[in-house]
């Protein structure tokens, strides 16, 4: 695992951007695995400006999507699918067609979650795979204890982080319990994991991902076993590491 410690959000966001432009390069139709949340979004942006300043060619690329919301009514402005069309899809003027996701208004979870396992497979796997971590060390919504092989089902968020993504939603009883995620061992399959954190609230969840043993009580802590796995830090979510 490489870890690289940047000033700030932004330097983050450029850097990583610049991965994803040299990936184009090499692989103009590559999947690009998306997290939504805050910290991703400087990557977005300086994404859409290499993109709008021709110094990268997007046209061609495909977006996925690491997790949904189950139970929201579809086009919900804070449903996964929602976000990353506003953030990502269009801001890069991109066809919804590039961009897979799981769905979380299926009648039929269990299936939704098989059929998007599908959909990545068939789409030759995913190329780059951006994600934050959340305050408890999950990756995706693979909330701590979740097992190592775990494929993409539904999970109920713990009680932090449906309280650290009530700011998202009117009421924080807005927040929905469930949702799908792929799995840890999903997230795995991917051929690079670009992990991103930003602020010293991640800081003690950063440490133990990076430095502690590797455990399913802190979900990250899985990206030690990925044979090609970054963590970009800026100062303040690097603190705790030694
Ligand atoms: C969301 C996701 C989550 C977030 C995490 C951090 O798609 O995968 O793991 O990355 O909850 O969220 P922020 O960035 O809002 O602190």
Redesign the pocket.
């Given at each position: 695992m490489e870890v690289v410690i940047v000033p700030d959000a932004t330097a983050g966001g450029g850097l990583i951007a610049g991965a994803i432009a040299d990936l184009l390069r090499r692989k103009p139709d590559a999947l690009l695995g998306?997290?939504?949340?805050?910290?991703?979004?400087p990557v977005y942006r300086a994404l859409a400006g290499l993109a709008g300043e021709g110094r990268t060619d997007v046209s061609r690329a495909r977006i996925c999507?690491?997790?949904e919301y189950v139970g929201l009514p579809a086009g919900h402005p804070e449903s996964?699918r929602s976000v990353v069309l506003r953030e990502v899809v269009e801001p890069l003027g991109l066809a919804e067609e590039s961009f897979m996701g799981p769905d979380g208004t299926a009648e039929d979870i269990v299936e939704a979650c098989a059929a998007y396992e599908r959909t990545l497979a068939e789409a030759g796997g995913v190329d780059l795979q951006l994600?934050?971590?959340?305050?408890d060390g999950?990756?995706?919504?693979?909330e701590p204890c979740s097992s190592l092989a775990s494929r993409t089902r539904i999970k109920t968020l713990t009680e932090q982080?449906r309280k650290?993504?009530a700011r998202?939603f009117d009421r924080p009883e807005d927040v929905p319990h469930h949702v799908i995620?792929q799995g840890i061992g999903t997230i795995l399959e991917a051929r690079h994991l670009v992990l991103?954190?930003?602020?010293e609230?991640?800081a003690e969840a950063v440490a133990l991902a990076v430095e502690g043993p590797l455990a399913a009580v802190v979900p990250a802590s899985a990206l030690q076993m990925h044979p090609h796995a970054t963590v970009v830090v800026d100062e303040a979510a690097a603190s705790k590491l030694k």
């Open positions: 998306v997290a939504t949340g805050s910290t991703p979004l999507q690491l997790d996964y994600l934050g971590i959340g305050t999950h990756i995706g919504f693979n982080t650290d993504n998202f995620t991103l954190a930003t602020g609230a991640k």
